[in-house]
C-alpha cells in the first residue's frame, strides 16, 4: 500500500477549490453574439464559452491603447438561466465575460459598491454571479490581469511614440514651408505686388489697415471703403456693393490668429503674409444699405411673403421680426450691370418693375409743412426730402387743420371715379360761412380776442396727454437702460476682481463703465419719469388762465366768495370786537383789490380784438388761445432770436412759433411785430 505525501499549502489550496465548487450552482455553456464592435464574430452568432473566452481575450489584447470594442452577448447556463449583458472589451477594460462578472464582484466587496447595489435593488443579481462557475481560478484572473494591464503600457508608449514622430514631421514640413513661402513673398510675389512690405516695428493694426487699403481697392475697384483701425483692430465698413462674404475673402487673411472662447484666450497663428504685410487680431466688416436697396429687399421680401411690410418694429412675417428679415435680405442683395441679384442670381420680379431706383416710401421722411392764410383759406406746402407737394385754398379754421387736411390728402389713395364723396381724403366737416347781413346805420360785428380762445378744456386734456406719455416713454426708457445694464452684469461673476494685467482687463473696466452708466442712465429717466407724472396731475389746477373763455365767469365767481367773507368778518367784529384780527381784513381786502384788478385786465384783453399783423414773409395772428407767427421758410437767424426773446416757442403740429395768450404777451408780441422786417 502506498501513500501520496502533499504539504499543507496544497492541502489547503485543493480544499478551498473543493469548498468554492460546492458553491457553483450553475455554469455557462453557450454564448450568443448579438453584435460587436470587433468584427470577430458575425451577428446572433453562437459559440461556446470557452471558445468566446478565449476570442474575447485575443481581441481585447488586440485592441489594447485604442478605447474598448462594445459587444453584446447573451450568455446560456447549464441550468437553464440566461444572462444578457453588453461587454466592454479592452486591454485595460473587460477581457471577457468572466472578467466582467470578476469586476462587478470585486465591486460589490468595497464599501462604495455595496451601498452602490443595495440602492439600485442589484443584489439578486450579485447572488446570481456567485453561483456561476466561470472556469477560471482567482490566481488565473490576476494572472490575465497583469498581463492586459502589461501589453496596454507598451501599446501606448508605442501609440505616443508614433504620435511623437509624427507631430514633429508635421512640424518640420510646417516649418519648411513657412520659410518657403515666407522667402517666396519676400522675394515679391506677384499676386502681392500693390501691397507694400512692413518692417520689424510695423506691426499691429494701424500699419496694416493700409494694405487693406490697398487690397480692397485692387479686388474690389470702384467701391470706396472706410479702413479704420485701433491698436489691433481693423474695421471696414462699405454701402450696398460687394457682400459680407466677398469683403471677408479679401480681409481674413489679415487675421493673425483667433480667439478661443472655451478658454478665453487669443491663440497667435501668424502666417507669412502676416510677417510680410502685417495683420492684427481682429477685422470687423459693415455693409451699410442706401434708400435704393432697402427698397429692393423690402419689394423682394413683399414678393416672397404675400405680406406689406409696414416699418412697424413689432411687425412679423414668417413668425420672425419683419426688420430682421429685410436685414438679411438686404445683406444678400448686390447690383451688378444695372440688374439687382440675390446671392449671385438675378432676381427675377412678378411683374416688371417701372424703374431700377426705387424710392423710399414717403413717409420714411419726415416732413416739413408750411402754411400761409390766403383771406379764409389756407395755402400749404409740404417739403419732404427732395420732393414739394403744393395744396391750395384748402378750408380749414386754423393752420394746424389746414396741414393735416393737406397731409391726408398726400398720403391717402385717390377714391375711384365713381366716389361719391368726390374725392375727398378724409372726412372733413364743412365749414359754413356765417353771411350775416348788416342794417343799414348800424356798425358790422368786429371778432374780438374771447372768439378765438377755442377750448380751454381740449388743450389742457392734451397737455396732461402729452406730460403722461413723455412719463411713460421716460419710464419704458429707464427699465430699457436698467435691462441692459444687468444683462451686461450678467457675464460677470459676482465677486470676480479685475484681472491686473490680463488680456481681459480692459473690457472688464469698460464693461463696468458701461453698466455705471447705464444704471445712472436710468436712475436719471425714472426722476424724470416722476417729475413729469407730477406734472400731468397738476395740470389745469395752477390757477385761472388768462386764455381760458370762462375766466372772467371764474374769477367774478372767486371775488363774490371774497366779498362775502370780508363782509362776514366786519359783521362778525362789530358783534363782538376782536373776532378776527387786523391782518385778516386787510389780506382778504388786498386779494380782493388783486382779483378786481385782475378782472379787468382779463376783460380788456377778451373784449379787444384779436392780432393780425404780416409782414416780409411773415404773418401774425391768434388762433386756439396762442398768439402763432408763420414765415415763409425757416427764418434767420436773427429773426428767431427775436422769437425766443419775445417767449415765443417753436410748435412742430402747428408750423408756428406761439405764445399763450396773456396781458404780457400780447405787449411783447406787439413790440416783437415792430421790430419784424414790414412789407417792401
Not at 109 to 124: F, H, L, N, Q
Not at 161 to 170: F, G, K, L, M, N
Not at 354 to 369: E, S
Request: one cysteine or more; aromatic letters at 8%.
Amino acid at each position: 500500500m502506498s501513500a501520496t505525501i502533499i504539504t499543507m499549502e496544497d492541502f489547503k489550496a485543493a480544499a478551498a477549490q473543493a469548498q468554492q465548487a460546492a458553491q457553483f450552482v450553475r455554469r455557462p455553456v453557450t454564448v450568443t453574439v448579438h453584435w460587436s464592435e470587433s468584427g470577430a464574430w458575425q451577428k446572433e452568432q453562437v459559440v461556446a464559452y470557452a471558445d468566446f473566452e478565449k476570442n474575447a481575450f485575443a481581441v481585447a489584447l488586440e485592441h489594447a491603447g485604442r478605447g474598448y470594442l462594445k459587444t453584446k452577448v447573451t450568455v446560456t447556463f447549464d441550468d437553464g438561466e440566461i444572462y444578457q449583458c453588453r461587454i466592454d472589451l479592452a486591454a485595460h477594460d473587460e477581457l471577457g465575460f468572466a472578467d466582467h462578472c470578476l469586476s462587478m464582484l470585486a465591486f460589490y466587496d468595497t464599501p462604495k459598491g455595496r451601498d452602490y447595489y443595495v440602492a439600485t435593488a442589484s443584489e439578486d443579481l450579485i447572488a446570481f454571479m456567485q453561483g456561476i462557475d466561470l472556469g477560471c481560478s482567482a490566481a488565473d484572473h490576476v494572472e490575465r490581469r497583469a498581463h492586459a494591464s502589461d501589453v496596454e503600457a507598451a501599446a501606448r508608449l508605442a501609440i505616443e511614440e508614433q504620435r511623437r514622430i509624427e507631430a514633429t514631421a508635421q512640424e518640420t514640413a510646417a516649418n519648411n514651408a513657412y520659410a518657403a513661402e515666407l522667402a517666396r513673398l519676400q522675394a515679391g510675389a506677384p499676386e502681392y505686388a500693390h501691397l507694400t512690405p512692413l518692417g520689424e516695428q510695423d506691426r499691429g493694426g494701424v500699419p496694416a489697415a493700409k494694405n487693406v487699403r490697398r487690397d480692397l481697392k485692387n479686388a474690389l475697384p470702384g467701391i470706396k471703403f472706410s479702413v479704420k483701425s485701433s491698436y489691433d483692430t481693423i474695421t471696414v465698413s462699405w454701402q450696398d456693393g460687394p457682400t459680407h462674404q466677398e469683403v471677408e475673402a479679401v480681409i481674413e487673411k489679415y487675421e493673425n490668429g483667433k480667439f478661443d472662447g472655451m478658454t478665453d484666450c487669443f491663440n497667435f497663428d501668424t502666417t507669412p503674409f502676416n510677417t510680410v504685410f502685417g495683420g492684427c487680431r481682429y477685422t470687423f466688416i459693415k455693409r451699410e444699405h442706401s434708400d435704393e436697396l432697402m427698397a429692393v429687399a423690402t419689394r423682394y421680401l413683399e414678393q416672397r411673403s404675400g405680406e406689406r411690410v409696414t416699418g412697424d418694429a413689432n411687425q412679423l412675417i414668417w413668425g420672425e421680426w419683419a426688420q430682421c428679415l429685410l436685414t438679411r435680405e438686404a445683406n444678400k442683395v448686390t447690383l451688378v450691370g444695372g440688374v439687382w441679384h440675390r446671392k449671385g442670381e438675378p432676381i427675377v420680379w412678378q411683374e416688371a418693375p417701372q424703374a431700377l431706383a426705387v424710392v423710399a416710401p414717403v413717409a420714411a421722411v419726415k416732413p416739413k409743412f408750411t402754411a400761409k392764410p390766403v383771406g379764409a383759406l389756407w395755402n400749404v406746402t409740404i417739403e419732404q426730402g427732395e420732393q414739394r407737394h403744393q395744396f391750395d385754398y384748402i378750408a380749414a379754421d386754423s393752420m394746424g387743420k389746414a396741414c393735416r387736411i393737406a397731409w391726408a390728402m398726400l398720403t391717402q389713395p385717390t377714391p375711384p371715379e365713381d366716389d361719391p364723396d368726390g374725392g375727398q381724403p378724409v372726412p372733413v366737416a364743412p365749414i359754413t360761412e356765417l353771411i350775416t347781413q348788416t342794417a343799414q346805420g348800424a356798425e358790422a360785428p368786429t371778432l374780438t380776442r374771447a372768439d378765438t380762445l377755442g377750448k380751454y378744456a381740449d388743450r389742457v386734456d392734451a397737455k396732461r396727454e402729452r406730460l403722461q406719455v413723455r412719463a411713460i416713454n421716460a419710464s419704458r426708457a429707464s427699465e430699457a437702460r436698467f435691462n441692459h445694464g444687468m444683462g451686461i452684469l450678467s457675464y460677470i461673476v459676482p465677486g470676480q476682481p479685475i484681472l491686473m494685467g490680463h488680456h481681459s482687463e480692459r473690457r472688464h473696466r469698460r464693461d463696468l463703465e458701461n453698466v455705471d452708466r447705464n444704471m445712472g442712465a436710468s436712475v436719471a429717466l425714472d426722476k424724470k419719469s416722476q417729475y413729469l407724472s407730477a406734472r400731468a396731475e397738476v395740470v389745469g389746477r395752477g390757477g385761472i388762465a388768462s386764455d381760458n373763455p370762462e375766466a372772467l365767469e371764474l374769477l367774478r365767481a372767486r371775488l363774490a366768495q371774497r366779498e362775502t367773507k370780508q363782509q362776514a368778518m366786519k359783521d362778525a367784529n362789530k358783534a363782538q370786537r376782536g373776532s378776527f384780527k387786523t391782518w385778516q381784513l386787510s389780506n382778504n381786502g388786498a386779494e380782493i383789490r388783486r382779483l378786481r384788478q385782475r378782472i379787468e385786465q382779463v376783460e380788456a384783453l377778451h373784449s379787444a380784438a384779436p392780432i393780425e399783423q404780416a409782414g416780409q414773409g411773415w404773418h401774425m395772428f391768434e388762433d386756439d388761445g396762442r398768439i402763432q407767427i408763420s414765415f415763409d421758410g425757416k427764418p434767420a437767424a436773427e429773426l428767431r432770436q427775436l422769437c425766443k426773446g419775445a417767449g415765443f416757442v417753436w410748435s412742430p403740429s402747428r408750423c408756428a412759433w406761439v405764445r399763450k395768450v396773456t396781458v404780457r404777451a400780447v405787449n411783447e408780441a406787439r413790440r416783437l411785430a415792430r421790430a419784424l422786417p414790414a412789407e417792401g
